[in-house]
């Protein structure tokens, strides 16, 4: 199979079980957990209204400014998918638009994330559906290939594998390896029942602050 004009079957999902616990739980949170080194980068935005992106990964890797292999992964995706595609960060023709996002949906799929430019803004940004990408523009994209889809790719410094938990709100994107990613999901619902704690001392002024002087103490601050 040619390298630049495959498809790769058969990939493993997470459970879904794992992706609406995920669900739950603040991107932020969950990244916190991850020690911060799994994010798709700032420039990943939400398009849509708003709304949690949860679901399990079909990637894609095209050629920057094409979307062919984005139109056969909308074609051979099923209910639950999340659509991620590395289209090298270029902004200089769109992605996806309307019409692809609106087909997706049909098929099941909860979200798309793309490493590149969308367009149709009015439509994306009034709708729920979850669309994340790196720009806007109105110029359409090629559909002339090469592409691959459901192999490895990254974004900004995001692995992202097939299968793969994909996890989204208003503060960005997220990848959750599929394995270890219930030890991933205990820590974060640890830290997501500390900070409602926290939230409630905040509210009554019984927030313990010793913690910020002990810290500047123990680094060797000093006041004048």
Not at 21 to 34: K, L, Q
Not at 97 to 111: C, F, Q, T, Y
Request: charged share 25%.
């Amino acid at each position: 199979m040619p390298v630049g004009f495959r498809i790769v079957r058969g990939h493993v999902r997470a459970e879904r079980s794992l992706v609406e616990a995920f669900a739950e739980i603040p991107a932020a949170i969950v990244s916190d957990n991850m020690n911060r080194m799994y994010g798709g980068g700032a420039n990943l935005r939400p398009l849509h209204k708003g709304g949690v992106l949860a679901g399990t990964a079909l990637t894609v890797r095209c050629r920057p400014g094409d979307n062919l292999m984005v139109h056969k992964a909308a074609d051979v995706a099923e209910p639950g998918d999340v659509i991620v595609v590395d289209a090298g960060g270029d902004l200089t023709n769109a992605i996806i638009g309307e019409l692809i996002v609106r087909h997706a949906r049909s098929r099941g799929v909860v979200g798309l994330v793309v490493n590149g430019a969308a367009r149709d803004m009015d439509a994306l940004a009034a709708d729920t559906f979850p669309v994340y990408a790196a720009g806007v523009t109105h110029r359409g994209p090629y559909k002339d290939g090469p592409g691959e889809i459901n192999v490895p790719i990254d974004i900004g410094g995001m692995t992202v594998n097939p299968g793969d938990i994909m996890l989204g709100d208003a503060d960005g994107v997220l990848a959750i390896p599929r394995i270890g990613a219930e030890t991933i999901l205990e820590a974060a619902r640890a830290q997501q029942a500390k900070e409602a704690d926290i939230l409630k001392a905040i509210e009554t002024g019984s927030w313990d602050r010793r913690w910020v002087d002990e810290t500047l103490k123990a680094k060797g601050f000093t006041e004048e």
